[in-house]
């Protein structure tokens, strides 16, 4: 069985990241490369040394999940 869980807050910087990423760890500790997360849109982008778009939130979550995940999968709007 599937499940989704939506995290949502009406403010920047309360922890909406933080507690997506520990979720999303937690659940793949418990079942190895079942869960991913999902972020429609990212304000606040930069680019790396590479020239590449990123995103601290699209960073953070890459620690926690399965690292062949593409960014476009995880946030299809940079």
Known sequence: M??????AGTDTEIGKTLVTAALVHKLNLLNPGSTCAYKPVVAGTYRNHAGMLCNEDLETYALVQDPTIPQSTICPYV
Request: hydrophobic fraction near 35%; proline fraction near 0%; glycine fraction near 0%.
């Open 2 to 7: 599937n499940h989704s869980y939506f995290v």
